[in-house]
């Protein structure tokens, strides 16, 4: 993989990603009262693990 780096951005070329979707993932959620954070809260957490089309059995809020 080679990255270069330039004003304001970069570019990423010869990357290579195999298999996505056989991988297993941590899905998080983040709910909250507005989009300000100076004014606004969080008010519920939570995330589960995903693999190929099924939630697991290890989730939290």
Do not use: W
């Not at 570019?11 to 297993?24: F, I, N, P």
């Amino acid at each position: 993989m080679k990255i270069t780096f330039m004003p304001d951005t970069y570019t990423v070329e010869e990357l290579k990603v195999s298999h996505l979707q056989d991988r297993m993932y941590c899905i998080f959620d983040l709910e909250g009262t507005g989009i300000n954070p100076a004014e606004e809260s969080v008010t519920q957490f939570g995330a589960m693990n995903y693999k190929k089309g099924e939630s697991l059995d290890s989730s939290f809020t």
